[in-house]
């Protein structure tokens, strides 16, 4: 059984550029929810994808936009990047078929913006 | 409100128990976490209970919830240096999306 990955590992875009950051599940896994993580914070709920459809969205802007593909797999997209997107992004992935209470993180993406 | 709260640091000597407090707000939360998080990586799910129960061991770990007091706290037996983590608290209303609500985490320290 893989567990989450997320990829790349580091990034440093600057200021107004757009980033995709990507998510795969862990296997058997349906769902992928989408946290960003600012130094020194808790993680905040960005969104969650279930069956390919936006399943809840948090107190973050339409610029934060995403994607969940046939194989599970997901993407986070941001636009028009700002200094405080300065953060590190996890993805998590459940089960809607079974324990959906266990959502399991990846290694995270720490995004970078100047 | 959402908040979950926890104290922001611990120290605990080698060998002795650490035990993790934690506030939240919501009674209606159904299922709660404690995830632990080592320098520069993701986060662990290390144990979690659901609501209707008062208590959950699983090895050196303890888990203690009065949902009266909405009052949560996690015991680990024995603290080794390997210990030495952020905990997060958090909860989960199993609301349609999910959404696990965190706290700000909880910085141990293992004294030698």
């Known amino acids: 059984e893989t567990g989450v990955t997320q990829s790349p590992t580091h990034l440093i875009k600057t200021r107004g550029q757009q980033v995709t950051l990507r998510c795969s599940s862990q296997?058997?896994?349906?769902?992928v929810s989408w946290y960003q993580q600012a130094l020194g914070q808790g993680p905040q709920f960005i969104f969650q994808y279930y069956r390919e459809e936006e399943n809840g969205r948090g107190n973050f802007p339409p610029r934060f936009s995403g994607l969940q593909f046939p194989n599970y797999s997901s993407e986070l997209n941001v636009n028009a990047l700002e200094l405080d997107d300065s953060a590190l992004y996890l993805c998590a992935s459940s089960s809607r078929l079974a324990g959906r209470y266990e959502q399991y993180f990846g290694p995270g993406t720490r995004l970078t913006v100047t | 409100g959402e908040d979950v709260e926890q104290s922001l640091f611990l120290s605990v000597r080698e060998g002795d128990s650490s035990v993790i407090n934690c506030t939240y707000t919501d009674s209606s939360s159904t299922y709660l976490y404690w995830y632990k998080q080592e320098p520069g990586a993701g986060l662990q799910l290390l144990t979690y209970i659901f609501s209707n129960m008062d208590m959950k061991q699983d090895q050196r770990l303890t888990v203690l919830l009065n949902k009266k007091d909405k009052h949560l706290s996690l015991r680990i037996a024995d603290t080794q240096t390997g210990d030495s983590a952020i905990y997060f608290c958090a909860e989960n209303r199993m609301n349609r999306d999910d959404k696990i609500i965190f706290g700000k985490g909880t910085r141990l320290h293992i004294l030698p």
């Open positions: 296997s058997g896994h349906n769902t």
